[in-house]
């Protein structure tokens, strides 16, 4: 049963490829009721990217649970007339476009306000909507790199290898902005716009370093600031077997704790923990773990206050139990596909639970359901197929 806090809203989603898809999974999650709009020739790329064997696009079902999914072609004069029905009874319209696409089609929140004023018009863009950059083409790692996150990456700027801005700026951002808005709405009554910038939501990720720029006028040095590399009890080091291991006994107590459990506290005296000993540290606890196996490190991966624990693989995570006990690790069966495994979403309400109600769609699986909830008959979808409007 949907007990979900958005039980009731409905989405209208426009969007591809990755920061909108999960933005609006996480809203039919929460309840919410999603159609998922595709082109019926261009269709979501990530329907066809990593595939598995079997030929299920594994990609596209990690982001697309609780939607109904169906075609149209924006682009068809006709098609503005079905979207208008969509939107008579929508909440959200979430889109991913460059910041003028839907206007030139005559889709734009300028467009729709005064037909629809209740309606809250989420974009997702690289840039925003106004500024030098605003029709710029972008991925991930060019947001961040505007925005000084990439200088912080380490000593030689590196490409984080997960989508930071296009998840944390994008995706979260978006989906903290529409659930603002529907508050906002149940004030004033009023729908509004929202232009999400992935350069401009990337730079929050710095406020620990612009705090202390701010404080000094230096500026940060890449991987050898105090949460970059810079002190021995917040790092990474390789164990015997090649495997690597986080030490995060930031506090004195914690790394005292750990010393202890380690048996290095007898160094303690001759190095105090002080920054003219930090390279003596690294020293000390590189040579430790570098003779130490992962079943070596077991108690101190166990203990409560060590505050160290394994680098863990991806594959590993797939079946942590603790994950999985926890919700966030789904074992599925999906009716074409079989097995797979989601992500779970990360709100845990305690009266108004998440839930997991509809398997990812096919392209256009919903069209006949949706299409005839419009007051469109078989014979009225089958024309509006052969004139490519669906």
């Known amino acids: 049963m949907n007990k979900g806090p958005l039980s009731g809203v409905k989405v209208i989603d426009l969007s591809l490829l990755l920061p909108g898809p999960l933005c609006s999974m996480y809203l039919g999650d929460m309840g919410a009721d999603v159609i998922k ?8 790329a990530t329907r066809v990217m990593f ?29 503005k007339e079905i979207l208008f029905k969509l939107l008579e009874n929508a909440d959200i319209l979430l889109e991913g476009f460059r910041p003028d696409g839907l206007s030139k089609m005559g889709l ?38 505007l925005s000084g996150v990439l200088s912080q990456t380490g000593k030689t700027p590196q490409i984080p290898g997960y989508q930071l801005a ?14 603002a808005a529907l508050y906002a709405r149940e004030k004033t009554g009023k729908g509004q716009k929202i232009a999400i910038s992935m350069m401009d939501s990337s730079l929050p990720f710095l406020s620990l370093y612009g705090g202390i720029f701010s404080a000094t006028g230096k500026n940060p040095e ?16 390789e164990t015997k077997e090649g495997r690597w291991v986080a030490l995060g006994a930031l506090e004195d107590m ?24 930090f390279s003596k540290w690294k020293e000390i606890l590189t040579s430790f773990f570098k003779s130490k196996t992962y079943s070596d490190l077991d108690p101190l991966f166990e203990n409560q206050d060590s505050c160290l624990t394994p680098v863990k693989t991806l594959e590993e995570v797939s079946t942590d139990p603790v994950l999985k006990e926890r919700g966030m690790i789904l074992d599925k069966k999906h009716p074409q596909f079989g097995e797979y495994f989601q992500f779970g979403a990360p709100f845990p309400f305690s009266a108004t639970p998440v839930t997991y109600r509809l398997d990812p769609p096919s392209h256009g699986e919903h069209n006949s359901e949706i299409y005839n909830s419009l007051g469109y008959s078989q014979d009225e979808i089958e024309t509006m197929k052969k004139e490519k409007v669906i």
């Open 222 to 237: 890449g991987g050898n600031e105090l949460l970059s590399g810079k002190l021995p009890n917040y790092n990474v080091y």
């Open 37 to 44: 709009i595709e082109n019926p020739r261009a269709m979501d």
């Open 51 to 79: 595939k598995k064997a079997n030929g299920a696009p594994s990609l596209f079902l990690m982001l697309n649970r609780n939607k109904k999914a169906i075609t149209l072609n924006l682009k068809k004069e006709k098609s």
């Open 254 to 277: 914690f790394f005292k704790t750990f010393l202890r459990q380690s048996g290095l506290d007898k160094h303690l005296e001759e190095f105090p923990a002080e920054e003219k000993n």
């Open 108 to 145: 734009g929140y300028e467009d729709l306000k005064e037909r629809f004023p209740r309606l809250i018009y989420c974009g997702i863009y690289g840039y925003g909507t106004e500024g030098k950059y605003r029709d710029f083409a972008g991925h991930d790692v060019n947001y961040l790199s």
């Open 166 to 179: 296009d998840i944390g700026g994008g995706t979260m951002t978006a989906l903290s902005s529409i659930l």
